[in-house]
């Protein structure tokens, strides 16, 4: 069941992947493509891996 | 590490011992006495002869790259490709440490004294911890260290003083134990515990000299060897084989004999103390070396902003395991069966291509 406390978990995860994000477009407006794709993968990791955890798995 | 990020060779030694020495507070004397028998301090003189040689190998290789850390060296070797596969290689080998350690860490400090607190709780003080030392950067982490390693190692050397009255040599024989086959080649490639040495490697821009990295590697070489030797040497004489493959924290059991009279009894809250500190220093070592391995291999200007978002992938990822003992599995069977590759033949294989590649550019350079 998702409560309360999940759904503002999911929303500071959402701060961190946008602030995450927001290198990753600074990254790649520098050049770097390899990079900022890596740095979007890891923005993407930081939502998906908790959210598994929380749905899957009880800590 | 930032290029001005100077370190000394007391700074260096105290990170690669903790690094190496902190799994005796986890696993070390069990997976020595699995693999030798009664000779487990055989198996550990062993691995350690194979890993010193691997080290002189390794460091006489790398002379002429004096200043050039790892990822540099396979730059020179490889191009950009080889940086980032060797980036990836030990940002992975970071990460399994930093993982792997938080779970069983966590898990063993909810077993002894924080027996209620959900786990997700007590991985949030290892995560604090992580994140701060990261965003301190190496030089705090390299302080920490030099001033915390010497009290790590009187606490652990006060616990092995403290079972001598339980000391059974006799618990030492048949004395080879699990018999040569089994010490000698099965064994050989548990020289990963030293996997470890391996960061060495990254820490070369921070110690300048080639005689620094060597300095330093043999010290923190000769040192962690000690240590190793000492907790196996005293697991294995005071609890008789096989019941010494029982206890899930081998240290723990032996600091919980301790008792000096009446007024100094259980001893092991300085346990607790040492191991909580190592521990916390191993994962944020290992954490700092995800974020630099990460940052050098993709050339990102700043590691800082990865700090957090890699903080949850490491609490999230270490969470996955059902429970310690599948974590434990995985670093006996796997990590410290195959890590050995990362650790030794790596670098030595990077150092022997960029050797070749050097001599070529400069035979080029003298035709031309």
Request: net charge positive.
């Amino acid at each position: 069941m998702i409560t309360g406390g999940y759904i503002v978990l999911i929303a500071l995860l959402l701060c961190v992947a946008f602030y995450t994000s927001s290198y990753g477009v600074w990254t790649w407006r520098k050049g770097n493509r390899l990079g900022a794709a890596m740095v979007f993968l890891v923005a993407v990791l930081t939502v998906v891996l908790p959210v598994y955890i929380m749905v899957f798995k009880e800590v | 590490m930032g290029k001005s990020t100077v370190l000394g060779n007391w700074e260096a030694v105290t990170i690669i011992i903790n690094l190496i020495c902190t799994k005796i507070f986890l696993n070390y004397p069990r997976l020595a006495v699995e693999a030798g028998g009664t000779a487990a301090w055989m198996f550990t003189a062993y691995i350690s002869a194979l890993a010193l040689v691997g080290f002189t190998v390794i460091q006489a290789l790398y002379k002429p790259f004096e200043g050039k850390d790892l990822l540099d060296i396979a730059e020179l070797a490889a191009g950009s490709a080889g940086r980032i596969a060797v980036g990836l290689v030990i940002a992975l080998g970071a990460g399994w440490g930093a993982t792997a350690y938080m779970r069983v860490f966590s898990e063993n400090m909810k077993l002894i004294s924080l027996t209620t607190s959900p786990l997700s709780y007590v991985e949030l003080f290892f995560v604090a911890c992580l994140v701060g030392g990261a965003y301190f950067g190496l030089e705090a982490l390299s302080r920490i260290h030099a001033f915390s390693v010497p009290i790590i190692a009187t606490g652990f050397m006060l616990i092995m003083i403290g079972v001598v009255n339980y000391i059974d040599f006799g618990h030492l024989l048949p004395i080879l134990g699990n018999g040569p086959r089994e010490i000698f080649i099965n064994g050989a490639p548990k020289v990963s515990v030293f996997f470890e040495i391996l960061f060495l490697f990254l820490l070369a821009p921070s110690l300048r000299k080639h005689e620094n990295l060597k300095a330093a590697g043999y010290w923190s070489l000769g040192l962690s060897i000690l240590f190793l030797l000492i907790s196996v040497l005293v697991f294995s004489s005071v609890f008789p084989y096989p019941s010494s493959l029982e206890g899930t924290v081998p240290i723990f059991h032996i600091a919980r004999l301790i008792k000096l009279g009446r007024f100094f009894q259980r001893v092991e809250s300085i346990f607790l103390l040492i191991w909580a500190a190592a521990a916390l220093l191993y994962i944020s070592v290992c954490f700092y070396f995800i974020l630099w391995a990460f940052q050098k291999a993709f050339r990102l200007d700043y590691y800082k902003p990865l700090i957090l978002p890699f903080a949850i992938i490491v609490m999230s990822i270490s969470f996955i395991p059902t429970d310690f003992t599948e974590v434990m599995i995985y670093e006996v069977q796997v990590f410290r069966q195959w890590s050995w590759i990362a650790a030794f033949l790596l670098p030595a294989l990077l150092l022997v291509l960029a050797r070749l590649r050097k001599k070529k550019s400069a035979r080029k350079g003298q035709a031309a």
